[in-house]
């Protein structure tokens, strides 16, 4: 008996893509491509858009928070 197997999910495991946020690697089928800068991002990093279905890197996702800086007048 060996316990070589593990519980990491082939899409956890490390991949030929590698994602610009964290430097982690990935599965191409199973990472994203941010729909703004289009940049690889990992099943990890991933930000999803429920309003849009679409997804986004964190780092667009960031500057679209802050861009949405409320101001009163
Ligand atoms: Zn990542
Ligand atoms: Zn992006």
Redesign the pocket.
């Known amino acids: 008996m060996s316990r070589d197997e593990t519980e990491t999910p082939w899409w956890l495991e490390p991949g030929p893509e590698t994602c610009q946020h964290c430097q982690g690697t990935f599965h191409y089928e199973a990472g994203y491509h ?1 729909f ?2 289009d ?1 690889p991002i990992c099943p990890v990093c991933v930000v999803e858009l429920h309003e849009t279905r679409q997804v ?2 964190p ?2 996702h960031a500057q679209a928070d802050i861009s949405n800086d409320e101001q009163s007048g």
Do not use: I, K, L, W
């Open positions: 941010c703004q800068c940049s986004s890197c780092d667009c």
